[in-house]
T-cell receptor
Framework: QKEVEQNSGPLSVPEGAIASLNCTYSDRVSQSFFWYRQYSGKSPELIMSIYSNGDKEDGRFTAQLNKASQYVSLLIRDSQPSDSATYLCAVRGRAGKSTFGDGTTLTVKP | DAGVIQSPRHEVTEMGQEVTLRCKPISGHDYLFWYRQTMMRGLELLIYFNNNVPIDDSGMPEDRFSAKMPNASFSTLKIQPSEPRDSAVYFC????????????FGQGTRLTVV
């Protein structure tokens, strides 16, 4: 089992729709969780971080964390073509180790 | 700060040659990570350092790979001898100490072994 798993893509949504991205992790003692966005040919960049159970909103983005279920999600409201990218879930756990999922590629169609 | 700086940006080498990738982390960051990204395997953690000390190198694929961090501002990832299956984008990232801190990535080195 991979340490961080993301729902297989690719994911395609129409412009203005809600995109939902999911991630599960195996290490129960993981403490911090991040969503990165990676455009083709570029390096990953942070878009959201979450540390406590519940929801965290930042503009059109909402991250949700459920530690009991070892589950993290990212919702993108009012999706725009510029949101088309690969989204990477990252988990930071023991001794500062930072592990990424394989990513989900999102395409927002105009 | 200029961010995490990696060099070279692109490297093409012949099979069997030694390859050295370089990374300068953000000043003041305690952690340094080396990742490899391919279509097949995604973004894999190879090794990471805390205060210049290697903490976990379980992701290093083979003895052909080695990494060093001689001081807080410089790290290298060496592949000797290189093979075509090593072709990938190699990212270096750094972060502050503390669990609730994100990693900042360099621009990556695209390695092609022919």
């Amino acid at each position: 089992q991979k340490e961080v798993e993301q729902n297989s893509g690719p994911l395609s949504v129409p412009e203005g729709a809600i995109a939902s991205l999911n991630c599960t992790y195996s290490d129960r003692v993981s403490q911090s969780f991040f969503w990165y966005r990676q455009y083709s040919g570029k390096s990953p960049e942070l878009i959201m971080s979450i540390y406590s159970n519940g929801d965290k909103e930042d503009g059109r983005f909402t991250a949700q964390l459920n530690k009991a279920s070892q589950y993290v999600s990212l919702l993108i409201r009012d999706s725009q073509p510029s949101d088309s990218a690969t989204y990477l879930c990252a988990v930071r756990g023991r001794a500062g180790k930072s592990t990424f999922g394989d990513g989900t590629t999102l395409t927002v169609k105009p | 700060d200029a961010g995490v700086i990696q060099s070279p940006r692109h490297e093409v080498t012949e099979m069997g040659q030694e390859v050295t990738l370089r990374c300068k982390p953000i000043s003041g960051h305690d952690y340094l990570f080396w990742y490899r990204q391919t279509m097949m395997r995604g973004l894999e953690l190879l090794i990471y350092f805390n205060n210049n000390v290697p903490i976990d190198d379980s992701g290093m694929p083979e003895d052909r790979f080695s990494a060093k961090m001689p001081n807080a501002s410089f790290s290298t990832l060496k592949i000797q001898p290189s093979e075509p299956r090593d072709s990938a984008v190699y990212f270096c990232a750094s972060s502050l100490g503390g669990i609730n801190t994100e990693a900042f990535f360099g621009q990556g080195t695209r390695l092609t072994v022919v």
